[in-house]
Nanobody, 125 residues
Framework: QVQLVESGGGLVHTGGSLRLSCAAS????????MGWFRQAPGKERRFVAAIRWSVDQTFYADSVKGRFTISGDGAKNTVYLQMNSLKPEDTAVYYC??????????????????WGQGTQVTVSS
């Protein structure tokens, strides 16, 4: 049973930074995609960023481009999300996700087969 364990959430002020980590057990996702989504109260889960190590590709939602950076360590099956210049609208539960194989829809939840439990990020104004 693959598990994704997230860490690094917390409370920061506007303009601050946080680094999220997601460690995957029991499987390598180097040839597929791993991503981050977020869900604010009362809203749907939305794509934040994704990475495909095998082809050195990264993808970002427009709302986070230039502020967030996704990276990973394929050997450790760990993906990171460095979040800088945080804004109150970034407040949400952040979920890590991984797919068994790449379907080409990295921004859609259906691309992914495994999900973490979520970690809360709160940005105060």
């Amino acid at each position: 049973q693959v598990q994704l364990v997230e860490s690094g959430g917390g409370l920061v002020h506007t303009g601050g930074s946080l680094r999220l980590s997601c460690a995957a057990s029991d499987r390598t996702f180097a040839s597929s995609a791993m991503g981050w989504f977020r869900q604010a109260p009362g809203k749907e889960r939305r794509f934040v960023a994704a990475i495909r190590w095998s082809v050195d590709q990264t993808f970002y939602a427009d709302s986070v481009k230039g502020r967030f950076t996704i990276s990973g360590d394929g050997a450790k099956n760990t993906v990171y999300l460095q979040m800088n210049s945080l804004k109150p609208e970034d407040t949400a539960v952040y979920y890590c996700a991984a797919g068994r194989y790449y379907r080409g829809e990295y921004s859609r939840p259906g691309e992914y087969d495994y999900w973490g439990q979520g970690t809360q990020v709160t940005v105060s104004s």
